[in-house]
């Protein structure tokens, strides 16, 4: 028999990896016997059963196994599975990245009660691993111990989950118009996780990204801050950092930070009853808004002095409405953040009612408005009458 000048090393490579137990067949292959792990064949009877095959049936593709790789998130559970179509007579194997043998067959090798048997048969081998770690990822090997020896390889990739996002920077209340920054983190992903800001449905544009490589040399912190300028309507916003990773597979995790935003007061006048007739009660309601709101209302009469009224209370009271209480009426709401005068406009002329509203120009966003007959409002400087 000729055999090939490589026959010592490929008989040497081969009873170091056959199963305690197993012999070479007479047409050149192992064959498990009472199969018992952790033991070897001898090289001697290895080499003294061998008879080789020839290079047609060594060349064979059908014994060639095919696995494929896998991606599992940190903590989950992979499937690992290796299919041979023609087995030769000889079992499937899967080892780690350290080449640790996990199964051999449906014989379990590594004591990890995370590894399982899914599946054992001739033309298949499938196993999972549960609690998968970080430390997990690699190069997982499937091996068929024909002549020669042919292998699958199966890329495990792990995706490390990242953390919750933490917002800082801020610290207290805002008043209108300063400028912010507020920063963002989270740590733990793998790959780098992405962030993003937006205050309610808006989208704010932050700073891209920065990556950080995490102690642990396979995960990373990544951070991104965000500046803006805030108006009275940011009073009570949540600004939100979303992180964005695969392994989160679309679930939101995300961070909200609520801003408080002071600013200057505004009030309208309000009358109760909307269409009030002469003779009878009526209520100006000095409706002040702000933050933080009102403390004071000063009620005035444009040419009438001293002031009407200045209390904690809304409201000036005409107990009985008649002629003389015609006339333009101002309301000055106040806080600490500044005052706000709304004005109001009455005419009892006998068979008709006159009534016009609107806010002073000494602060931003006066309006000016007319109630209708509905009740609303509309801008513009004209009166309306109603009838009696």
């Known amino acids: 028999m000729g055999a090939p000048s490589a ?8 009873s170091c990896w056959a199963p305690g137990g197993a012999n070479l067949s007479q047409d050149g292959y192992w064959q498990e016997q009472n ?5 070897l064949a001898p090289l001697e009877e290895a080499m003294s059963s061998t008879v080789w095959s020839s290079p047609d049936m060594l060349a064979s593709q059908d014994s060639q196994p095919w696995t494929s790789d896998e991606t599992v998130v940190a903590g989950g559970t992979v499937v690992l599975k290796c299919q041979v179509k023609d087995h030769e007579d000889s079992s499937l194997q899967w080892s780690n990245p350290a080449q640790q043998t996990l199964y051999f067959g449906e014989k379990r090798a590594l004591r990890d009660n995370r590894i399982q048997l899914v599946r054992s048969t001739p033309h298949e081998l499938s196993i999972s691993i549960s609690s998968v770690a970080l430390a997990d990822e690699g190069e997982y090997t499937c091996s068929i111990f024909t002549m020669p020896v042919r292998t ?35 740590s733990g992903s793998k790959p780098a996780a992405q962030l993003t800001w937006r205050k309610g449905d808006q989208e704010l544009h932050g700073e891209p990204t920065r990556i950080q490589e995490d102690p642990n040399g396979k995960t990373f912190t990544v951070s ?7 108006t009275r309507e940011d009073d009570g916003a949540d600004i939100v ?6 392994s989160l597979k679309g679930a939101d995790r995300s961070t909200a930070q609520r801003i408080e935003v002071l600013y200057t007061p505004t009030a309208k006048i309000r009358p109760d009853p909307p269409h009030p007739r002469e003779g009878q009660k009526l209520l100006l309601h000095c409706e002040g808004r702000g933050n933080p709101a009102p403390q004071q209302y000063l ?12 209390t904690q209370e809304s409201a000036l009271i005409f107990p009985f409405l008649n002629k003389s209480d015609s006339g333009t009426y ?13 004005y109001y406009t009455l005419n009892v002329n006998g068979t008709y009612l006159t009534h016009e509203a609107k806010g002073s120009d000494d602060a931003p966003d ?6 209708n007959a509905e009740g609303g409002q509309s801008g513009g400087d004209d009166k309306k009458e109603y009838f009696i």
């Open 330 to 342: 101002g309301c000055t709401a106040t806080s600490n953040m500044g005052s706000y005068k709304a």
């Open 7 to 14: 026959l010592p090393l490929l008989l040497l490579f081969a």
């Open 152 to 186: 699958a390889k199966s890329l495990v990739t792990v995706l490390g989950i990242p953390q919750k996002p933490i917002i800082t920077g801020y610290k207290s209340s805002l008043r209108e118009k300063d400028t912010t920054t507020l920063n963002c983190q989270s």
């Open 224 to 230: 991104s801050s965000v500046t803006f300028q805030v």
């Open 35 to 39: 199969l018992e792990l952790g033991t």
């Open 366 to 371: 006066a309006d000016t408005a007319i109630i």
């Open 299 to 310: 009620w005035e009469k444009e040419g009438s002095v001293p002031p009407l009224k200045m």
């Open 241 to 246: 950092c979303s992180v964005n990773h695969e």
